[in-house]
């Protein structure tokens, strides 16, 4: 009887969950990220491709997050230590991803800005986003 309970709950957490992790698309993303009206919206849906291995990590599935964005949290006050953040929804992502990445972008070399940022510190950075690929045609 217990293992009955346990595999029936089991199941429905599982049915339940697999609802929520619905895997996007690259053009869903794309649409998002050209309708948050964040710069250089090519490059920054190959970042969110390449940081959530095309939207498939647990990250991504399980926090909304596509660019695998950090936060740090001191637990005790002798050091610190980043995780993973969690968003309420991938338009939720981008959005701060707009507001907190982008912010004080000026123009110029994206890439440079992304490195003075911190957010790309892997000097193959700019190549892996490049080679990135997007699986439909930008008009």
């Known amino acids: 009887m217990k293992k009955t309970l346990v595999l029936t709950l089991l199941l429905i957490y599982g049915l339940i969950s697999f609802g929520q992790n619905k895997v996007v698309t690259q053009r869903e993303i794309y649409d998002k990220i050209v309708k948050a009206e964040v710069a250089h919206p090519v490059i920054v849906l190959k970042q969110a491709i390449h940081e959530s291995a095309n939207f498939k990590s647990r990250g991504a599935r399980e926090k909304n997050n596509i ?3 950090m936060k740090t949290i001191y637990p005790d006050t002798k050091r610190e230590r980043s995780i993973l953040r969690t968003f309420d929804s991938i ?3 981008i959005s701060f991803y707009k507001e907190v990445i982008q912010r ?6 994206y890439f440079k800005f992304l490195k003075r940022k911190k957010y790309a510190t892997d000097p193959m950075y700019k190549r892996k986003v490049n080679n990135t690929l997007v699986d439909f045609t930008i008009e």
């Open 67 to 69: 660019f695998g964005l």
């Open 104 to 109: 004080n972008y000026l123009g110029g070399d």
């Open 91 to 93: 338009d939720s992502c």
